[in-house]
């Protein structure tokens, strides 16, 4: 994608919001809480990268690259906010697992994108719903 002046942040999934990476120093301060979508684009040809995620993560847009910061792993002290060392083993001592799932989709333009993600995001987020029949008691308890 060019590289642009900002990128879209989903907002605890109800709308896209700009955000900007170019304001930062230090490239781990670019990295904006992702609910469920980030999304990058080409404003001269209106062509747009939108990333949905299955669970809260990372992201930033750098140079044009879409970045997704899935699992944080520090083997030395950044300098930075955190003072100890990432370094989460697994079940059997290796390092740390984390399996997830991303939806990607271009789009031709952004009110197309925003539309699309707002619908993903309704889905994935409905409430769960269930019954029961009459005179049978509910296996939860309710």
């Given at each position: 994608?060019?590289?642009?002046?900002?990128?879209?942040?989903?907002?605890?999934?109800?709308?896209?919001?700009?955000?900007?990476?170019?304001?930062?120093?230090?490239?781990?301060?670019?990295?904006?809480?992702?609910?469920?979508?980030?999304?990058?684009?080409?404003?001269?040809?209106?062509?747009?990268?939108?990333?949905?995620?299955?669970?809260?993560?990372?992201?930033?847009?750098?140079?044009?690259?879409?970045?997704?910061?899935?699992?944080?792993?520090?083997?030395?002290?950044?300098?930075?906010?955190?003072?100890?060392?990432?370094?989460?083993?697994?079940?059997?001592?290796?390092?740390?697992?984390?399996?997830?799932?991303?939806?990607?989709?271009?789009?031709?333009?952004?009110h197309?994108?925003r539309?699309?993600?707002?619908?993903?995001?309704?889905?994935?987020?409905?409430?769960?719903?269930?019954?029961?029949?009459?005179g049978?008691?509910?296996?939860?308890?309710?």
């Amino acid at each position: 994608m060019a590289d642009h002046m900002g990128f879209y942040t989903d907002s605890n999934g109800l709308e896209l919001v700009h955000a900007s990476s170019n304001t930062f120093t230090q490239p781990g301060d670019r990295f904006y809480p992702l609910t469920s979508a980030i999304v990058n684009g080409d404003d001269t040809n209106d062509v747009w990268l939108t990333v949905l995620t299955d669970r809260a993560l990372g992201g930033s847009c750098i140079g044009g690259r879409t970045e997704i910061l899935l699992n944080r792993h520090l083997t030395t002290k950044d300098e930075g906010e955190v003072d100890e060392l990432l370094d989460e083993a697994g079940p059997h001592g290796e390092g740390l697992t984390v399996a997830a799932s991303f939806q990607v989709r271009f789009t031709k333009g952004l009110h197309r994108t925003r539309t699309w993600v707002k619908k993903i995001t309704a889905y994935q987020l409905r409430p769960l719903r269930f019954s029961t029949a009459a005179g049978h008691p509910s296996p939860w308890g309710l």
